[in-house]
């Protein structure tokens, strides 16, 4: 694996590897990888001839100022994880490196009603963040496909509409979500939690089960209240949401849309830690 910390050198090496007719694939991500994150890279070694993996904590998605600067980072293990998965470039750029006009000037992206429901609503600005981050790591590393994770499901949706407008060019391919035994989504935020909380928090993926295996016999409202009472009595002490929605539009589930594809989503607090998941259902 080749690491590069600056565009320029990175972008040089790429055209050369462009010019042999190889065929990029890239896995942005903020680093502290995991299995999830891995899931992406063996995607890319799958389907693409060179497989670049980003690690960059971006300042400008986080919304919450303390959650940024508990945001984990395992360079070292990560440099060992994505040599032992066969990576062959990773991109480790500084934020002048991003953001070339520091971090206050960031470009406005038209998301739509998107950017302001489910997360964007709890997250204020993080889409606005993600969409710039992602923009400009596009330009820089030019791939023929893009990895993105199904855990972070509305993100998949909007970054996809983002691209219809500037990289059409570029192909999405979103990844399933990567579980521990336990059924809890893989998350870096999950090192921040504590062994019980952990076992704890795979309540949240058996909620949306719930809300899954019911569907067909109770009402919707029902569905989610139950699925909110056992989360908050199984050890979560908050919760931002949780939505049964159409999996296209991210609206929720209408009489006109019930028989279309469903996706339950949701987002709580355990031990301070924000954690999110959601299920086709
Ligand atoms: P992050 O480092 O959290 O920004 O994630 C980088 C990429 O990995 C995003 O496309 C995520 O959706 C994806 N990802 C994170 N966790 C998982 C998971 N458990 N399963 C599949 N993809 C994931």
Do not use: W
């Amino acid at each position: 694996m080749i690491l590069f910390k600056t565009t320029a050198t990175l972008q040089h090496y790429l055209n050369k590897l462009r010019n042999k007719s190889l065929t990029i694939g890239f896995v942005p991500t903020m680093g502290a990888l995991h299995e999830g994150h891995l899931s992406l890279i063996k995607e890319s070694r799958k389907t693409c001839n060179i497989t670049v993996c980003s690690i960059f904590v971006n300042p400008t998605q986080f919304n919450d100022k303390k959650d940024f600067e508990k945001y984990p980072v395992t360079i070292e293990n990560d440099i060992f994880l994505l040599e032992t998965n066969n990576t062959n470039i990773l991109f480790l750029p500084s934020v002048n490196e991003i953001y070339p006009g520091g971090i206050n000037k960031l470009q406005h992206f038209d998301i739509g009603y998107l950017e302001n429901i489910q997360e964007g609503k709890y997250r204020p600005g993080h889409f606005q963040g993600v969409c710039n981050v992602v923009f400009r790591l596009l330009e820089i590393v030019n791939p023929n496909t893009l990895f993105l994770g199904r855990k972070d499901y509305q993100q998949y949706l909007i970054l996809k509409k983002m691209m219809q407008q500037f990289y059409s060019t570029v192909n999405v391919q979103a990844v399933d979500i990567a579980r521990e035994s336990n059924g809890l989504a893989m998350s870096s935020r999950n090192m921040r939690l504590s062994n019980s909380a952990r076992e704890k928090a795979a309540i949240l993926n058996k909620a949306l089960h719930f809300i899954q295996q019911n569907l067909s016999v109770r009402s919707v409202d029902e569905l989610v209240q139950k699925a909110k009472d056992s989360i908050l009595e199984n050890g979560f002490d908050e919760i931002n949401y949780i939505e049964v929605c159409d999996a296209e539009t991210l609206l929720p589930v209408t009489n006109e849309t019930k028989h279309k594809q469903l996706i339950a989503l949701a987002a709580a607090f355990i031990e301070e830690v924000r954690l999110i998941d959601n299920i086709m259902l």
